[in-house]
Structure formats: structure tokens, C-alpha cells
């Protein structure tokens, strides 16, 4: 579903954030990016739909025949492809004093023409599937509220909604727990795989907490310097590797114990 070839990305500053990455994340895995602060996380999720422009390298979006390649597209098909592209933010990026509904709605703005877009008038196949997915994420009373009035975790949710109305084919998620304590962070992670698993969504999330990235991934990449050090599932995620990624540490403490893995 999506690929990546050699992606690399120099930033003007000469830091080297990625070094000819190749990845491949079939349709429905949901993958953890792991790594240190630096390593190049949020460059590797924002070079997929060229938030930041990569410096070399390929990106190819779709399966088969379908599949396009993002890097090399111009600026209006790369607006169209972003429609596939749903991204979660760790700071939710919500318009603050619109309201919930309208949040989630604005996920349809890479569709909705011009005019309808600046007088925020949706068709109501859009409004009728906003009501679904808030049902879906457990919103759905709190339509009508602003969304300066919900807790990190409500807001996350409707950040949520949001990347999933433009019904992409991958989600891009950039720490989405960072700002949660540790109950919401396992429902909202809880609720991004559950919703991936429903929709075949392939997805990458940068996340810091390893336990939280075991306990929810199936896959896990280790990224340090801008290169993968360990791609396999969470179950061989133990303190050798982890001292690979982050260097040497007691990692007793951080990683799921193997009992706990098997219940
Ligand atoms: N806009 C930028 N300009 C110059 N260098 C940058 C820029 N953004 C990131 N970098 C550098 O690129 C490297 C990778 O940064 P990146 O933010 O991708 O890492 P990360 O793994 O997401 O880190 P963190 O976990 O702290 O968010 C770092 O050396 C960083 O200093």
C-alpha cells in the first residue's frame, strides 16, 4: 500500500534527518516508528506526503496498477493524493473555536470545491458520515461543542474523525499519546488500530512509549540516525535491540515482560 524507495532528506542546515530508507507497509498494518529524539521520525511521516519535501528518494502510494508516486507529482495532484493521506497530530491541530462537527468536516476539504469550502457548506453525504464516525470514535453528544471545551483526549478523538472522513488509504500518525496520560493514551491507540483493522487502513505512527508500540503494533521499526536498525514484531523488541536504537540502558523496566506478551 505504501512504499518508500531510498528516501532520503538533507535540511538545509546539512543535518542528514533520513538516509535511503526503504520500506514497504502492506494494506492494514499498522506499523510503530520507534527511535531516539533525532532520529528522523516526524522527517520520515511528513516526507510521505511531502509536508517536508524529501531530497531524493520514491514514494509510491497505492497497489498495482493504482499505484502512483508522490515525490515526482505536481503541486494539484499532489493535493488530490493528500486526500489519501490522512495525518493525526500530536497537538490534534483543531480550529479551537469552531465546533466538533465542524473540525471533523474540514477533513473534507481536499474535496468540497472552493466555494463551498469558504461558506463551510458540506453536501450532506459528508454530514451524515460525520455523524457516523463521531458515533464511532464516541462523540457524538459532543457534535455542537467547541473544541476548545474538550479534554486531549476528546480532541484527539476528533482529530481522528477528521483524518478518517477524507477516507484515505493510510494514515500518517505523529505521536498522537504524547500529550495523554497513560489510560487515554491506551484508548487512543486502541481506537486508531481498531479503526484500521475496520477500514484495511495501512498505517505508520511515531510514538515514543515502546510498551504502548508493542502492546497495540504489529510491526516495529527502529529508526536511529535516519536509517532502520530493527524492523520485526514487538515480541522480538528486547533490551539488545533496544540498546541498538538508543543506546545502552536498563531496559527492565521499559519493555512488556515476555509473560505479560503471552497473556
Ligand atoms: N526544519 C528543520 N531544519 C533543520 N533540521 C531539522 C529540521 N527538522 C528536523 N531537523 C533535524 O533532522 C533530524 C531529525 O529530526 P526529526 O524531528 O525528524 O526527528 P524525530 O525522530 O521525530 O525526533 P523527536 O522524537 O524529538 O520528535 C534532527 O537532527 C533534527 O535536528
Not at 512504499?3 to 533520513?18: E, F, N, P, S
Not at 499498522?30 to 531524493?56: D, F, Q, W
Not at 495525518?87 to 473534507?108: C, P
Not at 512509549?209 to 536509517?227: S, T
Amino acid at each position: 500500500m505504501l512504499r518508500l524507495q531510498k528516501l532520503t532528506k538533507t535540511y538545509r542546515t546539512g543535518d542528514k534527518a533520513l538516509n535511503a530508507v526503504d520500506l514497504e507497509i502492506p494494506k492494514g498494518q499498522v506499523l510503530a516508528l520507534i527511535g531516539p529524539s533525532g532520529a528522523g521520525k516526524s522527517t520520515l511521516i511528513r516526507c510521505v506526503n511531502r509536508l517536508v519535501e524529501p531530497t531524493s528518494g520514491k514514494v509510491h502510494l497505492g497497489d498495482g496498477e493504482e499505484a502512483v508516486e508522490i515525490t515526482s507529482m505536481s503541486s494539484s495532484r499532489l493535493r488530490r493524493a493528500r486526500r489519501e493521506m490522512g495525518m493525526i497530530f500530536q497537538e490534534y491541530a483543531l480550529v479551537e473555536r469552531l465546533t466538533v462537527m465542524e473540525n471533523v468536516l474540514s477533513g473534507r476539504l481536499g474535496y468540497v470545491g472552493f466555494w463551498r469550502s469558504f461558506l463551510r457548506k458540506y453536501p450532506q453525504s459528508d454530514v451524515d458520515e460525520a455523524f457516523r464516525l463521531l458515533d464511532r470514535v464516541g462523540l457524538l453528544e459532543m457534535a455542537d461543542k467547541r473544541a476548545d471545551e474538550l479534554s486531549g483526549g476528546q480532541r484527539q478523538r476528533v482529530g481522528i474523525a477528521r483524518a478518517l472522513i477524507q477516507n484515505p488509504k493510510v494514515l500518517l500518525v505523529d505521536e498522537p499519546t504524547a500529550s495523554l496520560d497513560p489510560k487515554t493514551s491506551r484508548q487512543i491507540m486502541r481506537l486508531i488500530c481498531e479503526l484500521c483493522a475496520e477500514r484495511e487502513l495501512a498505517a505508520i505512527i511515531n510514538i515514543h512509549d515502546v510498551a504502548l508500540a508493542q502492546m497495540f503494533c504489529q510491526r516495529i521499526i527502529g529508526l536511529q540516525k535516519g536509517e532502520i536498525r530493527f524492523d520485526g514484531s514487538p515480541d522480538d523488541l528486547g533490551p539488545d535491540v533496544l540498546t541498538t536504537i538508543y543506546g545502552e540502558e536498563d531496559w527492565k523496566a521499559t519493555i512488556r515482560p515476555a509473560e505479560e506478551a503471552a497473556a
